[in-house]
């Protein structure tokens, strides 16, 4: 059997680190192949190689059988092989037809023929199924569009191999099926597919083969027909993967938190939360479910101080903390994990140690009399990386260069540390893999069962009802209901997130 | 490994910069028709050749490491201050008032000169800083504004009020000077004062404030994540401020150097001293560093008065050191250029 690509034993080093160790990479003509590994185990490294941007130390690369060297990417391009990167490479206020002929115009006397080329980008279109308007704006179209915008433009380029570098991450997950679709569709039509992902129920579902790599090292290739989810995420991880997440009935105490009749308005002055009631006790996980955009974010920036609260009050441990400035609120007995962990979390510039006393570098004894005491600051940042399993070359290698899982790691380290009563974790598992989400997930636990109380936002409904100990639904600014995750269901939640009323009777959200 | 590397590469740049703006600058000078052998042996010989060169080298080079100071301060701190220019002049002026309407003894007077000249370039810093601060008003449009306010509002207060013969103020009291009898002497006769000493301080100050004390880890902070430093709460607002203060502080310090020390009064300036533009370049070059800022300073201060040699040694007009120095900026500024260029020498190297 003919593989289109072959990568043989690549080893790719980057200074102290080596990326790619052994790896190989065989790819049948015709098939939707799965690339699986964590977060920094190096499948982006790998690509990059395939792509021409970089060169692997050792290694070949066959291409149709043929031996090849792909020294940049315009090799890679006319050897067929194209990309649809994560973050799209699109000019927003061009038309999709625009973006993609850039660079490949076609001319007549001259001028650009957009009118052909619109054509053409449409027949190519309808032939996958990609129902992409030629005309239309790229910042009109939707997140999902502007994906197959980009998978138009590897095709119009002639690609035969499309590398899909973690394509869901941006998707709804009516998108996410909608593109499964589309990849089948290349496939049948004899394109051959490298998905880049970390997410097992996508291989599971529109893959024929997976290559597993680990750390850097690859582990080998299976068929999936023939795997589960729990033998991949062992491969993956390295071990076995608990999926349900262990933990004790919660034992709930005294009220931390409470929250009466509180109206934030959003940056159009409209009220986002409007007249929200909520109470969270010590010892408890307090999930959040709703669709995005019923005032989740506009809540916790109102509780954390980052936006003023029209109306109600926000009492932590019964101090009335109302618009209170952020610092306040945190030396109260807040943490918080924020939902952007690279706009609010972390000073992407400053070193992993020196993120890890955003919130404590003015107090003793990471300073005195306004001198910072270095020592005592990167003590603690050797602890945290020690403690939470933070996987960073040192101290001293900058938050930007961390892979997104140990970057949230150090977030929660740093917000764990200073021990508060209660801990919002927006968002706390976006994007990562499982091993970093079953650390997280423990973490959360751990906490609730030291007593604190926890507030989950999430919108992974699987996550709120995993660890969550009650549910609270969120619909327009309002509470309008909270559910037992050991008696709710899917269904359930779905149709109270859509602003359904609840099914059964009886008040449960009174009686706690 | 990486640390050592990108250390390494900080320095390269810069190095590789100047040597390759002196080699194009010596390419043009052959195609103007000059010796360029003997046009940067006067050159140098300008820069170290006597005591008196070497003096006005130094001197030159003090109000450029103070400019060039508050220019990176800023920039650490996420802003942009182009109004350096401005603020030396505010700070030129009252350090002279202050110089010529006091009667103190010398140990009071001449710091109270420099701080008064301090305190108002930080005060025409703080108002840029300010608009920024409540009203998002972008600093580089405001800086640049106050640059010509101070100029003409300099120049009228001057003429209104502290007019002496030859279109200038009065000399200041010799308490306020930093002029130095001493140091005149052992550099035959330069105009060297002890300004060099109020720079490098000057230096090792903003190295403390920014990598040692809170103020600058919040400052710092706040230049590189605004939103970030607000969850964590710094106050954003009052750090903006306080950046343009501090670095217009250190501009207000370079006008001092003139005022106090070269001249020992302040001219009507028709047209901005370029001092406080020079500071963007001597930043530059020396990668917003206190130790590469001083020798940036050392090094733009010793091409302006080597070319005064140049000129009259060699006959090659001081223009081409403009250029000299022009070229050096760009190949700074073009620092992806020099990277290609180490990373295609140093791959060759290895296969």
Same mark, same amino acid.
């Given at each position: 059997?003919?593989?289109?690509?072959?990568?043989?034993?690549?080893?790719?080093?980057?200074?102290?680190?080596?990326?790619?160790?052994?790896?190989?990479?065989?790819?049948?003509?015709?098939?939707?192949?799965?690339?699986?590994?964590?977060?920094?185990?190096?499948?982006?490294?790998?690509?990059?190689?395939?792509?021409?941007?970089?060169?692997?130390?050792?290694?070949?690369?066959? +291409?149709?059988?043929?031996?090849?060297?792909?020294?940049?990417?315009?090799?890679?391009?006319?050897?067929?092989?194209?990309?649809?990167?994560?973050?799209? $490479?699109?000019?927003?206020?061009?038309?999709?037809?625009?973006?993609?002929?850039?660079?490949?115009?076609?001319?007549?006397?001259?001028?650009?023929?957009?009118?052909?080329?619109?054509?053409?980008? @449409?027949?190519?279109?309808?032939?996958?199924?990609?129902?992409?308007?030629?005309?239309?704006?790229?910042?009109?179209?939707?997140?999902?569009?502007?994906?197959?915008?980009?998978?138009?433009?590897?095709?119009?380029?002639?690609? =035969?191999?499309?590398?899909?570098?973690?394509?869901?991450?941006?998707?709804?997950?009516? =998108?996410?099926?909608?593109?499964?679709?589309?990849?089948?569709?290349? /496939?049948?039509?004899?394109?051959?597919?490298?998905?880049?992902?970390?997410?097992?129920?996508?291989?599971?579902?529109?893959?024929?083969?997976?290559?597993?790599?680990?750390?850097?090292?690859?582990?080998?290739?299976?068929?999936?027909?023939?795997?589960?989810?729990?033998?991949?995420?062992?491969?993956? /991880?390295?071990?076995?993967?608990?999926?349900?997440?262990?933990?004790? @009935?919660?034992?709930?105490?005294?009220?931390?938190?409470?929250?009466?009749?509180? +109206?934030?308005?959003?940056?159009?002055?409209?009220?986002?939360?409007?007249?929200?009631?909520?109470?969270?006790?010590?010892?408890?996980?307090?999930?959040?479910?709703?669709?995005?955009?019923?005032?989740?974010?506009?809540?916790?920036?109102?509780?954390?101080?980052?936006?003023?609260?029209?109306?109600?009050?926000?009492?932590?441990?019964?101090?009335?903390?109302?618009?209170?400035?952020?610092?306040?609120?945190?030396?109260?007995?807040?943490?918080?994990?924020?939902?952007?962990?690279?706009?609010?979390?972390?000073?992407?510039?400053?070193?992993?140690?020196?993120?890890?006393?955003? !919130?404590?570098?003015?107090?003793?004894?990471?300073?005195?009399?306004?001198?910072?005491?270095?020592?005592?600051?990167?003590?603690?940042?050797?602890?945290?990386?020690?403690?939470?399993? +933070?996987?960073?070359?040192?101290?001293?290698?900058?938050?930007?260069?961390?892979?997104?899982?140990?970057?949230?790691?150090?977030?929660?380290?740093?917000?764990?540390?200073?021990?508060?009563?209660?801990?919002?974790?927006?968002?706390?598992?976006?994007?990562?893999?499982?091993?970093?989400?079953?650390?997280?997930?423990?973490?959360?636990?751990?906490?609730?069962?030291?007593?604190?109380?926890?507030?989950?936002?999430?919108?992974?409904?699987?996550?709120?009802?995993?660890?969550?100990?009650?549910?609270?639904?969120?619909?327009?600014?309002?509470?309008?209901?909270?559910?037992?995750?050991?008696?709710?269901?899917?269904?359930?939640?779905?149709?109270?997130?859509?602003?359904?009323?609840?099914?059964?009777?009886?008040?449960?959200?009174?009686?706690? | 490994?990486?640390?050592?590397?990108?250390?390494?590469?900080?320095?390269?740049?810069?190095?590789? %910069?100047?040597?390759?703006?002196?080699?194009?600058?010596?390419?043009?000078?052959?195609?103007?028709?000059?010796?360029?052998?003997?046009?940067?042996?006067?050159?140098?010989?300008?820069?170290?050749?006597?005591?008196?060169?070497?003096?006005?080298?130094?001197?030159?080079?003090?109000?450029?490491?103070?400019?060039?100071?508050? /220019?990176?301060?800023?920039?650490?701190?996420?802003?942009?201050?182009?109004?350096?220019?401005? !603020?030396?002049?505010?700070?030129?002026?009252?350090?002279?008032?202050?110089?010529?309407?006091?009667?103190?003894?010398?140990?009071?007077?001449?710091?109270?000169?420099?701080?008064?000249?301090?305190?108002?370039?930080?005060?025409?810093?703080?108002?840029?800083?300010?608009?920024?601060?409540?009203?998002?008003?972008?600093?580089?449009?405001?800086?640049?504004?106050?640059?010509?306010?101070?100029?003409?509002?300099?120049?009228?207060?001057?003429?209104?009020?502290?007019?002496?013969?030859?279109?200038?103020?009065?000399?200041?009291?010799?308490?306020? %000077?930093?002029?130095?009898?001493?140091?005149?002497?052992?550099?035959?006769?330069?105009?060297?004062?002890?300004?060099?000493?109020?720079?490098?301080?000057?230096?090792?100050?903003?190295?403390?404030?920014?990598?040692?004390?809170?103020?600058?880890?919040?400052?710092?902070?706040?230049?590189?994540?605004?939103?970030?430093? !607000?969850?964590?709460?710094?106050?954003?607002?009052?750090?903006?401020?306080?950046?343009?203060?501090?670095?217009?502080?250190?501009?207000?310090?370079?006008?001092?150097?003139?005022?106090?020390?070269?001249?020992?009064? $302040?001219?009507?300036?028709?047209?901005?001293?370029?001092?406080?533009?020079?500071?963007?370049?001597?930043?530059?070059?020396?990668?917003?560093?206190?130790?590469?800022?001083?020798?940036?300073?050392?090094?733009?201060?010793?091409?302006?008065?080597?070319?005064?040699?140049?000129?009259?040694?060699?006959?090659?007009?001081?223009?081409?050191?403009?250029?000299?120095?022009?070229?050096?900026?760009?190949?700074?500024?073009?620092?992806?250029?020099?990277?290609?260029?180490?990373?295609?020498?140093?791959?060759?190297?290895?296969?």
């Amino acid at each position: 059997m003919e593989y289109v690509i072959e990568m043989r034993n690549i080893r790719k080093e980057f200074p102290g680190i080596v990326a790619n160790d052994n790896v190989t990479l065989q790819v049948k003509k015709g098939e939707i192949h799965a690339l699986l590994g964590e977060n920094g185990a190096g499948k982006s490294t790998l690509m990059n190689v395939l792509f021409g941007l970089y060169q692997p130390e050792q290694g070949e690369i066959y +291409v149709k059988g043929k031996p090849i060297s792909i020294t940049d990417p315009n090799v890679a391009n006319r050897l067929g092989i194209g990309m649809v990167h994560q973050h799209f $490479m699109l000019v927003e206020n061009f038309t999709v037809t625009e973006n993609i002929i850039l660079g490949k115009e076609i001319t007549t006397g001259g001028r650009v023929d957009l009118k052909k080329a619109a054509k053409e980008v @449409k027949a190519l279109s309808d032939r996958y199924g990609l129902s992409v308007d030629p005309n239309a704006k790229i910042e009109n179209i939707s997140v999902g569009m502007q994906q197959r915008v980009e998978i138009l433009k590897t095709l119009y380029r002639g690609a =035969e191999i499309l590398i899909f570098d973690e394509p869901t991450a941006v998707l709804t997950p009516q =998108e996410i099926h909608e593109l499964m679709e589309i990849m089948k569709k290349l /496939v049948a039509e004899g394109k051959s597919i490298i998905l880049i992902t970390h997410k097992l129920k996508e291989i599971m579902e529109a893959c024929d083969r997976c290559t597993v790599i680990r750390r850097g090292r690859g582990i080998g290739t299976v068929d999936v027909a023939e795997t589960n989810p729990d033998k991949l995420a062992a491969m993956m /991880v390295g071990r076995e993967v608990n999926f349900k997440v262990d933990k004790t @009935k919660a034992s709930p105490k005294q009220t931390v938190l409470k929250i009466e009749g509180l +109206v934030v308005e959003d940056a159009r002055k409209v009220p986002a939360v409007d007249g929200l009631n909520l109470e969270i006790k010590a010892g408890e996980i307090l999930g959040i479910a709703g669709v995005d955009g019923n005032g989740q974010t506009e809540l916790l920036e109102a509780i954390t101080g980052l936006r003023k609260a029209v109306k109600g009050t926000v009492e932590l441990n019964g101090k009335n903390i109302t618009n209170h400035k952020p610092r306040r609120v945190t030396e109260a007995g807040l943490g918080h994990i924020p939902q952007d962990r690279h706009k609010h979390g972390l000073v992407l510039d400053f070193s992993i140690g020196t993120n890890m006393v955003l !919130q404590t570098y003015y107090q003793q004894p990471y300073s005195k009399h306004k001198i910072l005491k270095f020592p005592a600051i990167y003590d603690k940042a050797n602890q945290l990386i020690k403690e939470f399993d +933070v996987r960073t070359p040192s101290e001293h290698t900058l938050a930007r260069a961390l892979s997104g899982g140990n970057q949230q790691k150090a977030i929660i380290a740093r917000e764990v540390d200073r021990s508060p009563d209660f801990l919002i974790a927006a968002q706390p598992t976006r994007g990562l893999d499982v091993g970093a989400i079953e650390f997280i997930h423990s973490k959360l636990i751990q906490e609730r069962d030291k007593g604190k109380a926890v507030l989950l936002l999430s919108f992974e409904l699987d996550e709120v009802m995993n660890v969550s100990d009650r549910i609270a639904v969120i619909y327009e600014g309002k509470i309008v209901a909270i559910v037992d995750p050991k008696e709710t269901t899917e269904q359930e939640l779905g149709l109270l997130m859509a602003g359904g009323k609840k099914q059964k009777a009886g008040d449960r959200s009174e009686s706690r | 490994m990486n640390l050592v590397k990108g250390r390494l590469f900080h320095i390269l740049v810069p190095v590789v %910069s100047v040597l390759l703006g002196l080699l194009i600058g010596g390419i043009i000078m052959l195609v103007s028709n000059y010796n360029p052998v003997s046009a940067y042996a006067a050159l140098i010989d300008g820069i170290f050749g006597n005591g008196y060169n070497l003096g006005e080298t130094i001197r030159a080079a003090s109000p450029l490491i103070l400019s060039g100071l508050a /220019v990176a301060f800023a920039f650490r701190t996420g802003l942009f201050n182009i109004g350096v220019e401005g !603020q030396l002049l505010v700070g030129w002026l009252a350090s002279v008032y202050v110089g010529i309407h006091f009667d103190l003894p010398k140990v009071i007077h001449l710091p109270f000169a420099i701080l008064a000249g301090a305190a108002a370039g930080a005060l025409w810093g703080v108002i840029p800083g300010i608009l920024k601060a409540k009203f998002k008003v972008h600093e580089v449009i405001t800086t640049i504004m106050m640059n010509y306010i101070a100029l003409y509002a300099t120049n009228g207060i001057i003429r209104a009020y502290m007019l002496a013969p030859g279109e200038r103020t009065k000399d200041i009291k010799e308490s306020a %000077s930093l002029a130095s009898p001493w140091l005149q002497q052992i550099t035959e006769f330069s105009r060297l004062h002890y300004g060099i000493v109020v720079a490098i301080l000057a230096a090792v100050i903003m190295w403390f404030i920014l990598w040692k004390t809170t103020t600058g880890y919040e400052l710092r902070a706040v230049g590189f994540n605004q939103h970030a430093s !607000q969850y964590a709460g710094i106050n954003v607002s009052k750090n903006i401020v306080l950046a343009m203060a501090i670095s217009g502080a250190f501009a207000g310090a370079a006008g001092t150097m003139e005022g106090l020390g070269t001249y020992q009064y $302040m001219t009507i300036n028709n047209a901005f001293t370029g001092v406080g533009f020079d500071g963007i370049a001597v930043s530059l070059l020396g990668a917003n560093g206190s130790v590469g800022i001083i020798i940036a300073a050392l090094l733009f201060g010793g091409l302006k008065i080597g070319s005064l040699t140049m000129q009259s040694a060699a006959g090659v007009p001081t223009e081409l050191v403009g250029i000299v120095i022009a070229l050096i900026i760009f190949f700074v500024a073009s620092s992806y250029l020099i990277r290609w260029l180490t990373n295609r020498f140093t791959k060759g190297g290895k296969i």
